[in-house]
């Protein structure tokens, strides 16, 4: 009996070694999120830099084949059209294979197709029916890999870095496939369409280096059991939980109406900005580099912006920024008025993007995680053609100037579901998931 009292009794002896063995443990899972977190900003960069390059340069080469309008946005649609067709299935695909495999494949697609359109291009054989489909294979290893990186965040990095991770992730995304990108693709296409598609194929190669050098395992299951049910079923589980879950479908309907407002604005400015605004080629550029640098900013404070305002209202200035940049080409056409709007549509959309990476990722599980960002991921940049497509016919029949009205007013109809939804307990309920 005395033995085991004697072992029942909590021992007064310090234990001097735990704590060292702490901190030697969280001193190499420190320096793998670090590592990981370049890695993927690395990934991102030179990916959607090459991605946006290819935006440019293929809908050039099918300006020199024919003078049909319809066909040429045809090859600009092919690169965006997978989203709508084939992003639920992705998500079952990446819930259900290592996800760093999935973005190998998705380069070694690209650089497949981007050899093949290079080699037609020396050949002088570069036909509109091939762009097509180069542009359908590159637009469906866009969705692969997007979806992919999305989902290796909270595999990849520790919990204290995943907001910094998901915002570095973030702008490079931003920065470099919407405005890097199309602006290097604008000066490489001057060198001809070869030596862009060569210089893409580089990008993409380096992508795949770069991923070498990321540290840990991402198959959504360690067991490596088989998922259950069939492909309809796993897309309809996916669907159902993002619609089940209060948080996450009032987020996928404001983003449905923010993407909306970015789609309508990146159709009609060029317009507006010729024939309303009389800016040169020089000051469309100033225009264009106004939403960039509002990325940027976002991008590289909203780690202060959370700390200073919290995540609800951090997440609300994108509704604030939204509407300021469909709303500023209504009240002026001064082109630093519209400039600022631009800035602030820029922030607030990396604010969001960051803030709402971060509250999915303590929501969804891993194994679910790839379905749900292909859901959430098909309502915005679903959202875009759509919206490009309504302001147009809305401009056809109003004008310019009104056309962006209404989307102004749409953004702040979201405002109060918004307030009802994001609350300080909602949210206080997400951070309480946070692993530690």
């Not at 009292?5 to 190499?28: G, V």
């Not at 494949?105 to 509109?128: E, F, I, K, N, Q």
Request: glycine share 10%.
């Amino acid at each position: 009996m005395a033995d085991v009292l004697d072992e029942l009794e909590p021992s007064t002896e310090p234990e001097p070694s735990r704590e060292p063995e702490r901190r030697t443990e969280q001193a190499p899972a420190r320096d793998r999120s670090t590592r990981n977190t370049a890695v993927l900003v690395g990934f991102t960069a030179i990916t959607n830099l090459a991605d946006g390059v290819t935006k440019v340069v293929l809908p050039l080469m099918a300006t020199r084949l024919t003078d049909s309008p319809a066909q040429v946005a045809g090859v600009g649609l092919t690169l965006t059209l997978p989203w709508l067709l084939v992003a639920l299935h992705v998500g079952v695909l990446v819930d259900r294979f290592d996800r760093r495999l999935l973005l190998w494949l998705a380069d070694g697609a690209r650089m497949l197709v981007v050899a093949a359109l290079l080699v037609l291009s020396l050949r002088d054989a570069v036909t509109v029916p091939a762009l097509y489909i180069a542009g359908l294979v590159l637009g469906v290893a866009e969705v692969v890999a997007l979806t992919s990186a999305a989902t290796l965040v909270p595999s990849a990095v520790a919990p204290a870095g995943q907001e910094r991770a998901n915002a570095w992730v973030a702008g490079a995304e931003t920065a470099c496939n919407e405005f890097c990108g199309p602006f290097v693709g604008g000066l490489l296409v001057a060198a001809g369409a070869s030596a862009a598609l060569g210089w893409t194929g580089v990008g993409y190669l380096l992508g795949t280096l770069v991923l070498v050098f990321l540290v840990g395992r991402f198959k959504p299951r360690a067991d490596g059991a088989r998922p259950e049910g069939s492909v309809n079923q796993r897309i309809a589980e996916g669907v159902r939980f993002l619609w089940q879950q209060r948080l996450l479908r009032l987020m996928a309907l404001a983003l449905t109406v923010l993407s909306a407002c970015w789609g309508a604005w990146l159709a009609l400015m060029p317009l507006v900005a010729t024939s309303l605004m009389r800016l040169d080629a020089r000051e469309y550029g100033i225009l264009l580099s106004a939403l960039g640098a509002g990325g940027l900013v976002g991008a590289l404070t909203v780690t202060t912006v959370n700390r200073l305002l919290g995540r609800r209202w951090s997440m609300f200035a994108d509704l604030l920024g939204t509407a300021a940049m469909v709303a500023a080409p209504v009240i002026s056409t001064n082109l630093w008025v519209v400039a600022t709007g631009a800035f602030f549509g820029g922030m607030g959309g990396i604010l969001w993007t960051v803030n709402s990476r971060t509250i999915s990722q303590r929501l969804v599980d891993g194994g679910m995680l790839g379905r749900y960002n292909a859901a959430a991921r098909l309502f915005s940049w679903g959202a875009m053609p759509l919206g490009a497509g309504l302001v147009g016919v809305l401009a056809e029949w109003v004008g310019m100037r009104a056309a962006f009205a209404v989307f102004a007013v749409a953004t702040v109809l979201i405002i109060v579901p918004f307030l009802r939804t994001v609350t300080p307990k909602a949210l206080a309920e997400v951070d309480a998931l946070a692993p530690t």
